[in-house]
């Protein structure tokens, strides 16, 4: 129990600390808004404001998992590159990277939030909220890949 305890802790403070680099990454970038304006689907204050949708879930899901075994040396891991993937495509994307960067972290960020659901998915009777949240921000990585895969490609490739 003591093992699931430090990945729990260890999960929270990535997941402060995603949070807070992804509020500092994507501070009003008038050539980064003018580059997602061509192609999303989405205005950037409804992004953000999914995001904040998709970690209160996250913090809601950090509060029922606390002391519990959800917290396994594999779902942390999968957390922590989910969170890597994420911060990291954003700050490709921001700084203007390079396509085959960016891609590399939103993939990861992608292939690791399917692999968490995955693996969470004996929680989701015992943990509800694990459903949820996993699901929403599987949904949400794979339009994120899919719209940022058509800014690289519309916008940057022409």
């Given at each position: 129990?003591?093992?699931?305890?430090?990945?729990?802790?260890i999960?929270?403070?990535?997941?402060?600390?995603?949070?807070?680099?992804?509020?500092i990454?994507?501070?009003?970038?008038?050539?980064?808004?003018?580059?997602?304006?061509?192609?999303?689907?989405?205005?950037?204050?409804?992004?953000?404001?999914?995001?904040?949708?998709?970690?209160?879930?996250q913090?809601?899901?950090?509060?029922?998992?606390?002391?519990?075994?959800?917290?396994?040396?594999?779902?942390?891991?999968?957390?922590?590159?989910?969170?890597?993937?994420?911060?990291?495509?954003?700050?490709?994307?921001?700084?203007?990277?390079?396509?085959?960067?960016?891609?590399?972290?939103?993939?990861?960020?992608?292939?690791?939030?399917?692999?968490?659901?995955?693996?969470?998915?004996?929680?989701?009777?015992?943990?509800?909220?694990?459903?949820?949240?996993?699901?929403?921000?599987?949904?949400?990585?794979?339009?994120?890949?899919?719209?940022?895969?058509?800014?690289?490609?519309?916008?940057?490739?022409?």
């Amino acid at each position: 129990m003591a093992h699931s305890f430090l990945n729990f802790w260890i999960a929270l403070i990535v997941f402060i600390a995603h949070i807070i680099g992804n509020l500092i990454v994507t501070k009003p970038n008038p050539e980064l808004f003018n580059r997602l304006e061509k192609l999303t689907l989405f205005p950037p204050s409804w992004v953000f404001i999914i995001w904040f949708v998709i970690w209160i879930l996250q913090s809601v899901l950090f509060y029922q998992t606390y002391n519990s075994a959800f917290w396994s040396n594999t779902t942390t891991l999968l957390f922590l590159l989910v969170c890597i993937g994420n911060l990291g495509s954003q700050y490709a994307g921001a700084n203007n990277y390079g396509w085959f960067v960016y891609i590399l972290f939103i993939s990861c960020m992608l292939v690791s939030s399917i692999l968490f659901m995955e693996k969470t998915s004996g929680f989701y009777s015992t943990i509800p909220i694990s459903k949820s949240a996993s699901q929403i921000y599987v949904g949400w990585a794979s339009l994120a890949f899919l719209v940022g895969l058509g800014v690289i490609l519309v916008t940057d490739q022409k």
